[in-house]
């Protein structure tokens, strides 16, 4: 799993031509993105390069309501399965070069708050996305598949 990055710092994890995995990290303020690839203070990296795109936000209080539907990202991380995230679609952005996700990372009970960072994952490195109602799972096992089959 990639180095999610601290509050403020943006980690982008990049593939060099043998498979191989690096990162680099700048500052929040120095970092933009276009449609070409991300810059890093006045270092350039093209997308298809990028694996993802990743920074830390500062801890918040946790959304009370929960969306009624979420997506599924299968994320391509060097591994056979691929990472595999689940967001609310709120929380889920598709943008021309990238998809953005905002991730929960961690529960703090204690504090009552949340640590959460911002994802953008380039197309090439999406094996697939999957939008899904919450409960789809449940009311699939309650219901039968044909209304006539309960007869």
């Known amino acids: 799993m990639a180095t999610n990055g601290e509050v403020g710092q943006v980690t982008v994890t990049t593939l060099d031509g043998n498979g191989g995995r690096a990162s ?11 449609e070409h690839g991300a810059v890093l203070e006045r270092r350039m990296i093209p997308w298809h390069r990028i694996e993802r795109v990743s920074w830390g936000l500062p801890p918040k209080e ?3 309501e929960e969306a009624a539907a979420k997506v599924r990202v299968l994320i391509d991380d060097g591994t056979a399965d691929g990472e595999e995230l689940v967001v609310s679609s709120d929380r889920f952005e598709v943008i021309p070069w990238a998809i953005g996700l905002l991730v929960d990372d961690r529960h703090d009970a204690t504090l009552g708050t949340i640590e959460q ?3 953008l994952v380039p197309w090439h ?13 449940a009311r699939d096992q309650l219901l039968p598949s044909r209304p006539d089959a309960s007869r």
């Not at 680099?24 to 276009?34: G, H, I, K, N, V």
């Not at 490195?125 to 409960?135: F, I, M």
Request: aromatic share 6%; charged share 35%.
């Open 62 to 64: 946790p959304d009370l």
């Open 125 to 137: 490195a999406v094996r697939e996305y999957e939008r899904v109602a919450v409960g789809a799972e």
């Open 117 to 119: 960072r911002r994802m």
């Open 24 to 34: 680099a990290e700048c500052a929040l303020a120095d970092f933009e993105q276009s």
